[in-house]
């Protein structure tokens, strides 16, 4: 069936380098995109959301890049921080659907 | 304004018997959306209420149930509970729901099934 997938369960970095997390996706149909964080002991926290009709979107010290010919997503954190530590989420919904479909998650973690 | 807020935060049942979690969506939001969340399994849709009807639904058997109220809080009951409905639960609510509405989580309620 279709699914969301992340290529890389845990990622570790220094602080102040800059964090890449990819996302695989299946359904060509998908046309909204989103990434999210989640810390420990909390629900999810928005970050930053794509179109299709887009390839790039920045928030503040965000961006995030879709290519849709090979069904990929990534999320770039700028200068990560301590406080970035958290698992980040992809999620995907198909044209006219509510209903989203969540990647698996990936744990980044920042070294001071 | 105040987040969305779930109560109870932990619960123990054990098998067989029911439960009932509460989500109170941030103030003005109409649409709530409920999501299991488990190791094996990831993050997982459970049902989205609009103004008190049930608009979408996942893929979960009938012991899973949910309603709104006219307030928009909302409240999902599981009952004849599984081992393996142990999970963290969310809600999470938006302005009007459907393709594109940001989505504001809450902290959840933690079930553990003995």
């Known amino acids: 069936g279709e699914s969301v997938g992340l290529h890389l369960p845990t990622l570790s970095v220094q602080e102040g380098d800059n964090s890449i997390i990819n996302c695989a996706y299946s359904?060509?149909?998908?046309?909204?995109f989103i990434w999210y964080k989640q810390e420990s002991g909390k629900g999810p926290q928005f970050i930053i959301d794509i179109r299709s009709n887009m390839d790039k979107r920045q928030g503040q010290r965000v961006t995030v890049l879709l290519n849709k010919t090979v069904k990929h997503l990534s999320l770039q954190i700028a200068a990560t921080q301590p406080g970035d530590s958290a698992v980040y989420f992809c999620?995907?919904?198909?044209?006219?659907?509510?209903?989203?479909?969540f990647g698996r998650g990936t744990s980044l973690i920042v070294h001071p | 304004k105040a987040g969305v807020t779930q109560t109870p935060r932990y619960l123990i049942k054990t098998r067989g018997q029911q439960v009932t979690l509460s989500c109170s969506p941030i103030s003005g939001h109409r649409s709530v959306s409920w999501y299991q969340q488990t190791p094996g399994q990831g993050l997982q849709f459970l049902f989205e209420y609009f103004s008190e009807t049930q608009r979408n639904k996942g893929n979960f058997p009938g012991r899973f149930s949910g309603r709104q109220f006219s307030n928009s809080r909302s409240e999902m009951n599981v009952s004849t509970l599984e081992l393996g409905d142990s999970a963290l639960y969310l809600c999470?609510?938006?302005?009007?729901?459907?393709?594109?509405?940001?989505?504001?989580f809450g902290p959840g309620t933690r079930l553990t099934v003995l």
């Open positions: 359904n060509s149909a998908s046309d909204y």
């Open positions: 999470a609510s938006s302005s009007a729901g459907g393709s594109g509405n940001e989505q504001f």
């Open positions: 999620a995907e919904r198909p044209q006219g659907s509510y209903i989203p479909t």
